[in-house]
């Protein structure tokens, strides 16, 4: 058996600050891959949120913001009475910031009887008695509160609102974990002036997914002569709407990473080239030793991968890290989109550090493996 | 037929815009046990007639023969493995692997042969203990002086107990004393072990502990009268 492992480790270890920097370097990019991949795989949780097949979004006609959209809360009432309607959520919404952000604050009020029964939500501490009772009591959604280190008790003040954190909740949804839920009147009074009787959106229930275009058709067509006109979409096609610019952002940020890791792939090429052609001599003697070229092709690609691999190790735990006690969001007209890890994102970042290792282990090793013996030694 | 043969073997290669003919229709045998010593100026050829005899360069004409193989018929890892059992290779300057200590470095060409660890190490520690530097298997080559690396670099050579040593200018960076160490103890595997030995140098006085000196000159290698052999 050569010894594939043992030479390689030595030859890394006896420049300990070009294989630290390099190691770095791939730390850096498969760090940065794993961040925007991880970016990608909480938009793709929050597009396929559970009930978002059966479940229409009311706005107002030509809104830009939630912010600007009113609705009558009285058309909740009517449109429960349209047939294939199981409920109704009106909902009020008041966000920081409209636009994309890495920490916005997305208050929801609703009805609390019809909240509870209407969001997959479940609440991991707190009092939910205390929230019923309480107008300014607030369940926060467990990614916002461990973002922002709330617990049950802690009082919670951001602008003119300040509401008493009840409880937090856990959500099948990750779009609500962002959120604090508050009572519907609670937040009407403390949003603006003169909006009591006002909300932001309906949150429509079918009870078939199947009738969803129809229902919409029919809320739109009895709004449309009234005072606040109604644009009713899916909810899937209204979180693609709202998420759209970050698509389009992360769309930038994974052509990005994929040059990080081309320029990564360069930079190992280089170190190991660099190691290769300090050592020539020792794989002229190698092969004059009875050693073959692919014994040599091995052993470069071995250290490159042994490189590679300590490299993307440190990028990945850092990610890790960061991913998890961050909690970091990007929130977009108050879809909160967060970072998210799989076993499966980790898998592809070693698959692709393994790629770019074979690929840049590929000139030098066979550099090695063309070492010309006779002209190496030749001379007396 | 001699243990090992070149017949009217030319070797000829491009250095710049020259084409050089080092070994120009060289006809030549070694028999078995022999310590055949290759004299010559630097530039003459002798290298490349080692390269030939070692198998790790192959004549543009005629035929080299060791031990009933013809070398140039083996393929490229036929050739390899035919090294790797056949020819241990002394080099002038020792090129140990820096990274590996003594006793890795000698362990280097047993990688290549089915042994546990527990033969390799068998092998090893005898090779070093032939050498004299049993008790340097855990230093590395910078901690080591000349001479003996030199020695290490022997030890590495015989320890696959190949038939053929093949020694380039072995003495040719040591001082007085640490040379005639290693030429003592070349002959002492030659007269002890039985190995074939090829050594090329441009020391005369070095070349008396051969058993058969020849001289290359301009491409041609001719026998020496002015050097005494061992008997």
Same mark, same amino acid.
């Given at each position: 058996?050569?010894?594939?492992?043992?030479l390689?480790?030595?030859?890394?270890?006896?420049?300990?600050?070009?294989?630290?920097?390099?190691?770095?370097?791939?730390?850096?990019?498969?760090?940065?891959?794993?961040?925007?991949?991880?970016?990608?795989?909480?938009?793709?949780?929050?597009?396929?949120s559970?009930d978002?097949?059966?479940?229409l979004v009311?706005y107002r006609?030509?809104?830009?913001?939630?912010?600007?959209?009113f609705?009558?809360?009285?058309?909740?009432?009517?449109?429960?009475?349209?047939?294939?309607?199981?409920? $109704?959520?009106?909902?009020?919404?008041?966000?920081?910031?409209?636009?994309a952000?890495?920490?916005?604050?997305?208050?929801?009020?609703?009805p609390?009887?019809?909240?509870?029964?209407?969001?997959?939500?479940?609440?991991?501490?707190?009092d939910?008695?205390?929230?019923?009772?309480e107008p300014?009591?607030?369940?926060?959604?467990?990614?916002?509160?461990?973002?922002r280190?709330?617990?049950?008790g802690?009082?919670?003040?951001?602008g003119?609102?300040?509401?008493?954190?009840?409880?937090?909740?856990?959500?099948?949804?990750?779009v609500d974990?962002?959120?604090?839920?508050?009572?519907?009147?609670f937040?009407?009074?403390?949003?603006?002036?003169?909006?009591?009787?006002?909300?932001?959106q309906?949150?429509?229930?079918?009870?078939?997914?199947?009738?969803?275009?129809?229902?919409?058709?029919?809320?739109?067509?009895?709004f449309?002569?009234?005072?606040?006109?109604?644009?009713?979409?899916?909810?899937?096609?209204f979180?693609?709407?709202?998420?759209?610019?970050?698509?389009e952002?992360l769309?930038?940020?994974?052509?990005f990473?994929?040059i990080?890791?081309?320029v990564?792939? $360069?930079?190992?090429?280089?170190?190991?080239?660099l190691?290769?052609?300090?050592?020539?001599?020792?794989?002229?003697?190698h092969?004059?030793?009875?050693?073959r070229?692919?014994?040599?092709?091995?052993?470069?690609?071995v250290?490159?991968?042994?490189?590679?691999?300590?490299?993307?190790? $440190?990028?990945?735990a850092?990610?890790?890290?960061?991913?998890?006690?961050?909690?970091?969001?990007?929130?977009?007209?108050?879809?909160?989109?967060?970072?998210a890890?799989?076993?499966?994102?980790?898998?592809?970042?070693?698959?692709?550090?393994?790629?770019?290792?074979?690929?840049?282990?590929?000139?030098?090793?066979?550099?090695?493996?063309?070492?010309?013996?006779?002209?190496?030694?030749?001379?007396a | 037929?001699?243990?090992?043969?070149l017949? /009217?073997?030319?070797? /000829?290669?491009?250095k710049?815009?020259?084409?050089?003919?080092?070994?120009?229709?060289?006809?030549?045998?070694?028999d078995?046990?022999?310590?055949?010593?290759?004299?010559?100026? #630097?530039?003459?050829?002798k290298?490349?007639?080692?390269?030939?005899?070692?198998?790790i360069?192959?004549?543009?004409?005629?035929?080299v023969?060791?031990?009933?193989h013809?070398?140039?018929a083996?393929?490229?890892?036929?050739?390899?493995?035919?090294?790797?059992?056949?020819?241990?290779?002394?080099?002038?300057?020792?090129?140990?692997?820096?990274?590996?200590?003594?006793y890795?470095?000698?362990?280097?060409?047993?990688?290549?042969?089915?042994l546990?660890r527990?033969e390799?190490?068998?092998?090893?520690?005898?090779?070093l203990d032939l050498v004299?530097?049993?008790?340097r298997?855990?230093?590395?080559? /910078?901690?080591?002086?000349?001479?003996q690396?030199?020695?290490?670099?022997?030890?590495?050579a015989?320890?696959?107990d190949p038939?053929?040593?093949?020694?380039?200018?072995?003495?040719?960076d040591?001082?007085?004393?640490?040379?005639?160490?290693?030429?003592?103890?070349?002959?002492?595997l030659n /007269?002890?072990?039985?190995?074939?030995?090829?050594?090329?140098?441009?020391?005369r006085?070095?070349? #008396?502990?051969?058993?058969?000196?020849l001289?290359?000159?301009?491409g041609?290698?001719?026998?020496?009268?002015?050097v005494?052999?061992?008997?």
């Amino acid at each position: 058996m050569i010894p594939v492992l043992t030479l390689p480790l030595r030859h890394l270890r006896r420049r300990p600050a070009r294989t630290v920097l390099t190691a770095l370097g791939v730390a850096a990019a498969i760090f940065l891959f794993v961040s925007v991949e991880s970016l990608g795989l909480g938009l793709q949780r929050a597009l396929s949120s559970g009930d978002a097949a059966r479940t229409l979004v009311v706005y107002r006609e030509n809104r830009y913001c939630p912010q600007t959209s009113f609705l009558p809360e009285r058309y909740a009432g009517r449109v429960a009475e349209i047939d294939g309607v199981e409920s $109704v959520l009106p909902v009020k919404v008041h966000l920081s910031d409209c636009r994309a952000s890495l920490d916005v604050v997305a208050f929801q009020g609703a009805p609390v009887d019809t909240l509870l029964r209407t969001r997959p939500i479940e609440l991991v501490a707190g009092d939910l008695d205390r929230f019923r009772r309480e107008p300014d009591a607030a369940l926060v959604g467990r990614a916002f509160a461990n973002r922002r280190g709330l617990a049950p008790g802690d009082r919670f003040r951001f602008g003119e609102i300040t509401v008493d954190v009840a409880g937090i909740f856990a959500s099948d949804d990750p779009v609500d974990e962002g959120l604090l839920l508050t009572h519907l009147e609670f937040l009407q009074r403390a949003a603006g002036v003169d909006r009591l009787g006002t909300v932001t959106q309906l949150e429509v229930k079918l009870a078939d997914a199947g009738d969803g275009r129809r229902v919409a058709e029919e809320i739109d067509r009895m709004f449309a002569t009234a005072e606040a006109p109604t644009s009713t979409r899916p909810r899937l096609e209204f979180l693609e709407g709202a998420t759209a610019e970050l698509a389009e952002l992360l769309r930038f940020a994974r052509a990005f990473g994929r040059i990080c890791v081309l320029v990564v792939v $360069v930079l190992i090429a280089n170190t190991v080239l660099l190691s290769v052609q300090e050592r020539g001599r020792e794989f002229g003697v190698h092969l004059t030793l009875g050693y073959r070229g692919a014994h040599l092709v091995a052993m470069v690609t071995v250290e490159t991968l042994l490189l590679t691999l300590a490299g993307a190790a $440190v990028g990945v735990a850092a990610a890790v890290v960061v991913v998890s006690t961050s909690h970091a969001a990007l929130a977009v007209e108050g879809v909160s989109v967060g970072f998210a890890l799989s076993a499966g994102e980790v898998a592809r970042a070693v698959g692709i550090a393994v790629v770019a290792a074979v690929a840049a282990a590929a000139v030098p090793a066979l550099r090695a493996a063309r070492t010309d013996v006779h002209r190496l030694f030749r001379g007396a | 037929m001699s243990f090992i043969t070149l017949d /009217r073997v030319t070797k /000829r290669y491009v250095k710049g815009d020259h084409e050089l003919t080092p070994l120009k229709d060289v006809t030549v045998g070694i028999d078995e046990g022999a310590f055949f010593v290759l004299l010559g100026p #630097s530039g003459s050829g002798k290298t490349t007639l080692l390269n030939l005899v070692a198998g790790i360069d192959r004549p543009d004409e005629g035929t080299v023969t060791v031990a009933g193989h013809d070398l140039g018929a083996l393929s490229a890892r036929a050739l390899s493995s035919w090294r790797a059992e056949h020819v241990g290779y002394v080099f002038q300057q020792h090129h140990l692997v820096p990274v590996l200590t003594a006793y890795e470095n000698v362990e280097l060409p047993l990688h290549l042969f089915p042994l546990d660890r527990r033969e390799r190490h068998e092998r090893v520690a005898l090779a070093l203990d032939l050498v004299g530097l049993a008790d340097r298997a855990s230093h590395h080559p /910078r901690e080591l002086s000349g001479g003996q690396e030199q020695r290490v670099a022997i030890a590495r050579a015989i320890v696959a107990d190949p038939p053929i040593l093949v020694a380039d200018e072995p003495t040719g960076d040591l001082d007085h004393e640490a040379a005639a160490a290693t030429l003592d103890l070349l002959a002492r595997l030659n /007269r002890e072990r039985g190995k074939t030995i090829c050594m090329v140098t441009h020391d005369r006085s070095a070349a #008396s502990v051969g058993t058969r000196v020849l001289e290359l000159r301009k491409g041609a290698l001719r026998e020496t009268g002015d050097v005494e052999v061992s008997p």
